[in-house]
């Protein structure tokens, strides 16, 4: 069981706006930075928003992060068929002094 | 551009050893800290291991504390992962992946190495 708490699948039509939770705690989100990962099957995970909303380099402004309280968010908007991936947030958990991972969402765009 | 590539993985038995490997490329290796993150096919990313940049400090998951060791070698720009006392359920892909702007983040991924414990 995951320390971080995301919905196993979501689905939406392209063009349209998605969300993805996380929960967690207050020794893990609710008081650390939050990061999110994209992985396309058979491929290695890529950073899509590192300190809870930032975007690197070459990451669209449609990917968003947020946060409130022990639950973070990411979101997508005008979906796109290469959206299609499972996506994972992270954090560091103070009490377990150890770096959590959801346990992944698969997204489909219908 | 960054290049993180894993080595050292293949079959072995339960209770043996294996040491991965990780050489990095296009950073400069002594300032980032980096982690180990296995992932099961099919199933999510368990974070293994991470080291500080100067390799002062170590933190690992209690599911392999005292039997794996991360360290790094700044002059061969290579990052270890030395796991003892094998289990079936360490069978994984083991990602090496640098961290930037915070510990946290996990901005660049190598591909993987597969290890396989069976008998």
């Known amino acids: 069981q995951s320390a971080l708490t995301q919905p196993p699948s979501v689905s939406a039509a392209p063009g349209q706006k998605v969300t993805i939770s996380c929960s967690g705690s207050t020794s893990s989100i609710g008081n650390n930075y939050v990061s999110w990962y994209q992985q396309v099957p058979g491929t290695a995970p890529k950073l899509l928003i590192y300190?809870?909303?930032k975007r690197p380099s070459g990451i669209p402004d449609r990917i968003y992060g947020s946060k409130f309280g022990t639950s973070a968010t990411l979101g997508i908007t005008g979906l796109q068929t290469g959206d299609e991936a499972d996506y994972y947030c992270?954090?560091?958990?103070?009490?377990?002094?150890?770096?959590?991972f959801g346990g992944g969402t698969r997204l489909t765009v219908l | 551009q960054v290049q993180l590539v894993e080595s050292g993985g293949g079959v072995v038995q339960p209770g043996r050893s294996l040491r991965l490997s990780c050489v990095a490329s296009?950073?400069?290796?002594?300032?980032?800290?980096m982690h180990w993150v296995r992932q099961t096919p099919g199933k999510g990313l368990e974070w293994v291991a991470v080291?500080?940049?100067?390799?002062?400090?170590?933190y690992y998951a209690d599911s392999v504390k005292g039997r794996f060791t991360i360290s790094r070698d700044i002059s061969k720009n290579t990052l270890y992962l030395q796991m003892n006392s094998l289990r079936p359920d360490d069978t994984a892909v083991y990602h090496c992946a640098r961290a930037e702007y915070r510990v946290i983040n996990l901005a660049n991924w190598g591909q993987g190495a597969l290890v396989t414990v069976s008998s």
């Open positions: 992270g954090t560091w958990d103070s009490s377990l002094s150890a770096q959590v």
């Open positions: 300190d809870t909303y």
């Open positions: 296009g950073f400069t290796f002594s300032s980032s800290a």
């Open positions: 080291i500080s940049d100067d390799g002062s400090r170590k």
